[in-house]
Nanobody, 118 residues
Framework: QLQVVESGGGLVQAGGSLRLSCAAS????????MGWYRQGPGMQRELVAT???????SYADSVKGRFTISRDKAKNTMYLQMNSLKSEDTAVYYC????????????WGQGTQVTVSS
């Protein structure tokens, strides 16, 4: 079993910055990639950014140039640095960990609220 916990959300003014963290603990085997998703009010959950075990990253067009995903393998922790925040970035941000150990697995965190005031 693997536990995933997000932290770092909060209230920030437009143009400001926040850094989210996602810590994985427990039985950690063969993580393929980790990612951040978000779900705004009345919206479907959408992909924000991913990072593979080799460090390759990808971003949604809406956050390219403003958000940076990174990972500290030694700490089993992933980060999302969010700069130049906009009101449309307001959402609950979720962390997901995907891998393969005796079959594929996927674990989600409980989410952390990010609110950007205009």
């Amino acid at each position: 079993q693997l536990q995933v916990v997000e932290s770092g959300g909060g209230l920030v003014q437009a143009g400001g910055s926040l850094r989210l963290s996602c810590a994985a603990s427990g039985k950690i085997f063969s993580i393929n990639h980790m990612g951040w998703y978000r779900q705004g009010p009345g919206m479907q959950r959408e992909l924000v950014a991913t990072i593979t075990s080799s460090g390759s990253t990808s971003y949604a067009d809406s956050v390219k140039g403003r958000f940076t995903i990174s990972r500290d393998k030694a700490k089993n922790t992933m980060y999302l640095q969010m700069n130049s925040l906009k009101s449309e970035d307001t959402a609950v941000y979720y962390c997901v960990v995907r891998g393969n150990y005796v079959g594929p697995y996927e674990y989600w965190g409980q989410g952390t609220q990010v609110t950007v005031s205009s």
